[in-house]
């Protein structure tokens, strides 16, 4: 089935270390969405693709980085993660038009 | 920016009892979508309901966007409906960016 995927599920790193979590969709939407979402809070959105055009939220912290290299694939990459940036990470698409947004399972990122 | 109002925050059930989940929002929107989270932290979209009234099963929602508000109805409810409820609304010109609720969080009881 047609779906978005986020590898790895569970992602431990210790403080400082870069660490990476990745998204794929089989959908071939042209917008990707990351969102990060903290505990007991709703998601907040970091970033979006719109095809290769990147926008960044003004209160994304320069730690987060994204890179997408085709339309299937979207990479979250933290370069220096603390302890606050332990959260649920959250990919999303869309067709744009259609406004429907299509969550994958999320990466829950520890950081030791 | 936009505000989204989710109640109430929290909700017990007795397995096959109704509900509703009321979201209120400050700006007209183009977009709305609720959303169920499961246990497991998976978003599942239930409806995207900018305006009118759908069906799903036992769940329906309806969104007066004239009064800024929508509604989420749960009829017969099951334990596995237990998880975390979300509004979410793009107003216009927001090239696609969700606002989140706060969210319901509901649990039912066998």
């Known amino acids: 089935d047609a779906m978005v995927i986020q590898n790895p599920r569970y992602q431990v790193t210790q403080f400082g270390k870069p660490v990476t979590l990745s998204c794929s969709q089989t959908l071939n939407h042209n917008v990707m969405y990351w969102y990060q979402q903290k505990s007991s809070q709703a998601p907040k959105l970091l970033f979006h693709?719109?095809?290769?055009?990147?926008?960044n939220e003004a209160d994304t912290p320069d730690n987060f980085q994204s890179r997408r290299p085709n339309t299937s694939f979207c990479f979250l990459d933290i370069r220096s993660p603390g302890l606050g940036d332990a959260a649920m990470y959250l990919c999303a698409t869309t067709l744009f038009g259609t406004d429907t947004q299509y969550f994958g399972p999320g990466t829950r990122l520890t950081v030791l | 920016g936009i505000q989204v109002e989710q109640s109430p925050p929290d909700l017990i059930l007795q397995e096959g009892a109704n509900s509703t989940l009321r979201c209120n929002f400050s700006d007209s929107v183009n977009n709305l979508q609720w959303f169920h989270q499961n246990p497991w932290g998976q978003l599942i979209n239930l409806f995207y309901?900018?305006?009118g009234t759908k069906q799903n099963g036992r769940l329906s929602a309806t969104t007066v966007a004239t009064e800024r508000y929508s509604l989420l109805y749960i009829s017969s409810s099951q334990t596995t409906d237990s998880g975390v409820y979300f509004c979410?609304?793009?107003?216009?010109?927001?090239?696609?960016?969700?606002?989140f609720g706060q969210g319901t969080e509901l649990s039912v009881k066998p």
């Open positions: 979410a609304v793009e107003s216009y010109n927001q090239g696609g960016k969700l606002i």
């Open positions: 309901i900018p305006s």
């Open positions: 693709y719109y095809d290769k055009d990147f926008n």
